[in-house]
């Protein structure tokens, strides 16, 4: 069957809808997942030195052995991370940042100084919030 002009520019604009799509999920899952306090320490961590499992999952005692793999996981499958495997026996394991990784976290980096800088600001902001809400409270 042969395909006309207008069919293929539908398809075009359809395509660019679910691409649109698609890479809006991946923004919502990647806020989501710097969001993790996990994922932000292991990366930072990755990011001074490469490391085996036991030396990540150290640094990182107080979360949960779920939520550890969970993030190492996630920050493989994003391609922030790489596993290299030995040949030799018994074998290790040594988990280093990526370029990409690191890029990522340079951003997360300016994000967190932007909130050093507007920290105060976003005090005040909470101040006046919440008094507002309590004299609407107290008005009910």
């Known amino acids: 069957m042969l395909t006309s002009e207008k069919d293929t520019g539908q398809r075009?604009?359809?395509?660019?809808?679910?691409?649109?799509?698609?890479?809006r999920v991946i923004i919502r899952e990647l806020f989501e997942h710097i969001g993790d306090d996990a994922t932000l320490r292991l990366a930072w961590y990755l990011n001074e030195t490469p490391a085996r499992l036991n030396e990540l999952r150290d640094f990182v005692a107080d979360v949960s052995q779920r939520k550890f793999s969970l993030a190492l996981r996630q920050l493989i499958r994003n391609g922030f991370v790489s596993r290299r495997h030995s040949d030799t026996f018994p074998s290790w394991t040594i988990y280093s940042l990526t370029p990409m990784?690191?890029?990522?976290?340079?951003?997360?980096?300016?994000?967190?100084?932007?909130?050093?800088?507007?920290?105060?600001d976003i005090k005040s902001a909470r101040g006046r919030f919440e008094k507002r809400s309590v004299r609407m409270l107290d008005a009910a």
């Open 101 to 120: 990784g690191a890029a990522f976290l340079d951003r997360v980096t300016e994000l967190a100084h932007w909130i050093d800088a507007h920290g105060q």
């Open 12 to 23: 075009g604009q359809e395509t660019k809808a679910v691409d649109g799509i698609e890479h």
